[in-house]
Nanobody, 129 residues
Framework: QVQLVESGGGLVQAGGSLRLSCAASGRTFSRYTMGWFRQAPGKEREFVAAISWSGAGTYYADSVKGRFTISRDNAKNTVYLQMNSLKPEDAAVYYC??????????????????????WGQGTQVTVSS
């Protein structure tokens, strides 16, 4: 079993920054691809970013490229999402997720929601205009 706990959400003005964290426990976190997804009210959950087990590979949705940065600290069992230049359309509940099929391998389709089998409870990000 894996437990994922997100933190760092909150209210920020447009143009501001937030850093989300996702702490993992219960499995060897460092061996798996981790992803961030988000879901706004009335919309489907969508891919934001992912990072391979080693950190060598990072993947981003076009909507966040150049503004968001995903990273991980395997010694701390934590993955981060640095969000800069936030826009009102970035407001959503942000979820981290783990893909247990990617044991020490790069992800084939990191943007695919169904590839992730462990999810956190989410953290709310609100962006005021």
């Amino acid at each position: 079993q894996v437990q994922l706990v997100e933190s760092g959400g909150g209210l920020v003005q447009a143009g501001g920054s937030l850093r989300l964290s996702c702490a993992a426990s219960g499995r060897t976190f460092s061996r798996y691809t981790m992803g961030w997804f988000r879901q706004a009210p009335g919309k489907e959950r969508e891919f934001v970013a992912a990072i391979s087990w080693s950190g060598a590979g990072t993947y981003y949705a076009d909507s966040v490229k150049g503004r968001f940065t995903i990273s991980r600290d395997n010694a701390k069992n934590t993955v981060y999402l640095q969000m800069n230049s936030l826009k009102p359309e970035d407001a959503a509940v942000y979820y981290c997720a783990l893909d247990s099929s990617t044991l020490m391998r790069p992800p084939v389709a990191p943007e695919r929601l169904r590839g992730y089998d462990y999810w956190g409870q989410g953290t709310q990000v609100t962006v005021s205009s």
